[in-house]
T-cell receptor, first 118, second 113 residues
Framework: GAVVSQHPSRVICKSGTSVKIECRSL??????MFWYRQFPKQSLMLMAT?????????EQGVEKDKFLINHASLTLSTLTVTSAHPEDSSFYIC??????????????FGSGTRLTVV | GENVEQHPSTLSVQEGDSAVIKCTYS??????FPWYKQELGKRPQLIID?????GEKKDQRIAVTLNKTAKHFSLHITETQPEDSAVYFC????????????FGTGTSLTVIP
């Protein structure tokens, strides 16, 4: 089935630095990638939707200059948390929509990234 | 757009009892409703799904029911086991449109041995 590889799985960074999270689709072309943020035992909060080759669409309240999303190819999307602060500490997870596949096979999650900003 | 609500937010049951989680949706165009189980720090895993042309679906101890008229669907877990403890999410989408999945707020299920 469709697999999305997400790296890193865990990252600790200092306040003020930037962190890049990568999601790669391994055996399919991910024309659309969704980026979520999740707090412990809470739901997935959609941050932005990226389509290959175009600018990401951000959800209300998400700072696009802080959470930079790049989807330059059909197999790679990146989320860069710029000038990270402790309140950015969270679990970030991507998911990809597999074009043309039935929904049950067409929505696959990355393994998530636990970001801790100290 | 679609709005999915999920209840309860937390649920504790004794091992062997049943657990029921309920979701409602607002967009009548939604026709695909998956349920995900997420263990701490891991990716959500699809456990069961239902389409709008079906009222009920069962897979061993897990079942999902859908009431299209009332726009609500429920997850039923019978004979719960400690390994069922996790966060469960419902979702809704209009299949084949390429739309995002709209997730419920999640239910943290604890099965007490």
């Amino acid at each position: 089935g469709a697999v999305v590889s997400q790296h890193p799985s865990r990252v600790i960074c200092k306040s003020g630095t930037s962190v890049k999270i990568e999601c790669r689709s391994l055996d399919f072309q991910a024309t659309t990638m969704f980026w979520y943020r999740q707090f412990p035992k809470q739901s997935l909060m959609l941050m932005a939707t990226s389509n290959e080759g175009s600018k990401a669409t951000y959800e209300q309240g998400v700072e696009k200059d802080k959470f930079l999303i790049n989807h330059a190819s059909l197999t790679l999307s990146t989320l860069t948390v710029t000038s990270a602060h402790p309140e950015d500490s969270s679990f970030y997870i991507c998911s990809a929509r597999v074009q043309g596949a039935p929904a049950r096979y067409g929505y696959t999650f990355g393994s998530g990234t636990r970001l801790t900003v100290v | 757009g679609e709005n999915v609500e999920q209840h309860p937010s937390t649920l504790s049951v004794q091992e062997g009892d049943s657990a029921v989680i309920k979701c409602t949706y607002s967009d009548s165009a939604s026709n695909y409703f998956p349920w995900y189980k997420q263990e701490l720090g891991k990716r959500p895993q699809l456990i069961i799904d239902i389409r709008s042309n079906v009222g009920e679906k069962k897979d061993q101890r897990i079942a999902v029911t859908l009431n299209k008229t009332a726009k609500h669907f429920s997850l039923h877990i019978t004979e719960t086991q400690p390994e069922d403890s996790a966060v469960y999410f419902c979702a809704a989408t209009a299949e084949n449109t390429g739309n995002q999945f709209y997730f419920g707020t999640g239910t943290s299920l604890t099965v007490i041995p």
